[in-house]
């Protein structure tokens, strides 16, 4: 499912918001949906298709169990923390794979051909990572969550990961 | 055979995977850092975290998917679409253990001893994602 919209899906547009927790929910993602479609495709690029895949996961990862091993919900919150920092990822950094975790978040990993990950996610009030360079080079952490990408997390995608998940 | 009692270093052990991409990568063959990840706690079913796995030791290819059709996939009602298969031996080097635990069956059993912190958790997924092998079930493939 793709949630790439253009103005001729009007219908989705005259949904009402109703009083259910759920249909907030659904209301939510589907205004952002929709405010994300309208955005030129100049400034989307892999961008656009990140975010839609992160839409994709919200919606298939919104029950409890999803993974068949009791996973918690992706929540409303872990999406639009990963949309920003979709947003905020510099246009020379590789292209990340968007994989939600069995906590409930949403991570974007990073995978060389030579076995080098990098993960990070937004949880709560930080952004986790954690990496695997090379064999005596492991690196974790995390920083507070401020919607754009610490220098740190930057410098290594630059240094090790520039031809990602290619 | 009988399996012994206490898991050894050299045994097999499988963690069923049950979804793509979160769990593995069916086109790069990368199985996640998430893949062998615990759930939260969910206190008073569960208290602590641990991950499924069953010890996979002098089964053959056919004998394992039987096992996870019959024990792992019939119960959750979901299609298993790989598995990824790791030695005891590089589990137990990062400090997790696999605590033998013969619901539903004799070779079922939990790796424990996850860490509190999440980034440590995240890095134990990821050393473990990359010491294990992806065998992707055939009979399921088109789920994929």
Same mark, same amino acid.
């Given at each position: 499912m793709s949630f790439a919209l253009t103005d001729s899906f009007l219908p989705f547009q005259s949904l009402e918001l109703g009083q259910s927790d759920e249909s907030k929910k659904a209301f939510e993602v589907e205004r952002q949906a929709i405010s994300h479609a309208r955005e030129p495709l100049s400034q989307g690029g892999w961008k656009r298709e990140l975010f839609d895949n992160a839409i994709d996961l919200y919606l298939k990862c919104s029950k409890e169990s999803w993974d068949g091993y009791e996973a918690s919900p992706i929540t409303m919150k872990a999406l639009e923390q990963t949309s920003s920092l979709i947003d905020s990822l510099p246009p020379w950094a590789p292209k990340p794979d968007i994989i939600p975790t069995p906590e409930g978040e949403i991570s974007m990993e990073w995978h060389t051909l030579s076995k080098q990950v990098l993960s990070a996610y937004p949880k709560e009030e930080h952004l986790i990572y954690a990496a695997s360079l090379g064999p005596m080079n492991i690196q974790y952490g995390r920083f507070p969550f401020k919607e754009s990408w610490p220098e740190e997390i930057l410098l290594m995608l630059k240094k090790y990961f520039s031809h990602a998940n290619s | 055979m009988p399996i012994p009692e206490k898991v050894e270093a050299g045994e097999s052990i499988s963690r069923f995977l049950f979804f793509t991409p979160g769990q593995f990568n069916p086109r790069t063959k990368n199985i996640t850092p998430q893949a062998f990840k615990p759930a939260n706690p969910k206190p008073p079913e569960r208290f602590g975290r641990q991950s499924s796995v069953y010890?996979?030791? $002098?089964? $053959?290819e056919v004998e394992i998917w039987e096992l996870g059709d019959e024990f792992v996939a019939k119960k959750r009602d979901l299609p298993i679409l790989a598995r990824a298969d790791i030695q005891a031996e590089k589990i137990f080097t990062i400090d997790l253990e696999i605590i033998p635990d013969t619901r539903p069956h004799p070779r079922h059993a939990n790796i424990v001893n996850w860490p509190n912190s999440p980034e440590a958790r995240n890095m134990k997924g990821i050393l473990l994602s990359q010491q294990a092998t992806l065998f992707v079930n055939g009979k399921n493939e088109q789920s994929q």
């Amino acid at each position: 499912m793709s949630f790439a919209l253009t103005d001729s899906f009007l219908p989705f547009q005259s949904l009402e918001l109703g009083q259910s927790d759920e249909s907030k929910k659904a209301f939510e993602v589907e205004r952002q949906a929709i405010s994300h479609a309208r955005e030129p495709l100049s400034q989307g690029g892999w961008k656009r298709e990140l975010f839609d895949n992160a839409i994709d996961l919200y919606l298939k990862c919104s029950k409890e169990s999803w993974d068949g091993y009791e996973a918690s919900p992706i929540t409303m919150k872990a999406l639009e923390q990963t949309s920003s920092l979709i947003d905020s990822l510099p246009p020379w950094a590789p292209k990340p794979d968007i994989i939600p975790t069995p906590e409930g978040e949403i991570s974007m990993e990073w995978h060389t051909l030579s076995k080098q990950v990098l993960s990070a996610y937004p949880k709560e009030e930080h952004l986790i990572y954690a990496a695997s360079l090379g064999p005596m080079n492991i690196q974790y952490g995390r920083f507070p969550f401020k919607e754009s990408w610490p220098e740190e997390i930057l410098l290594m995608l630059k240094k090790y990961f520039s031809h990602a998940n290619s | 055979m009988p399996i012994p009692e206490k898991v050894e270093a050299g045994e097999s052990i499988s963690r069923f995977l049950f979804f793509t991409p979160g769990q593995f990568n069916p086109r790069t063959k990368n199985i996640t850092p998430q893949a062998f990840k615990p759930a939260n706690p969910k206190p008073p079913e569960r208290f602590g975290r641990q991950s499924s796995v069953y010890r996979t030791q $002098n089964l $053959n290819e056919v004998e394992i998917w039987e096992l996870g059709d019959e024990f792992v996939a019939k119960k959750r009602d979901l299609p298993i679409l790989a598995r990824a298969d790791i030695q005891a031996e590089k589990i137990f080097t990062i400090d997790l253990e696999i605590i033998p635990d013969t619901r539903p069956h004799p070779r079922h059993a939990n790796i424990v001893n996850w860490p509190n912190s999440p980034e440590a958790r995240n890095m134990k997924g990821i050393l473990l994602s990359q010491q294990a092998t992806l065998f992707v079930n055939g009979k399921n493939e088109q789920s994929q």
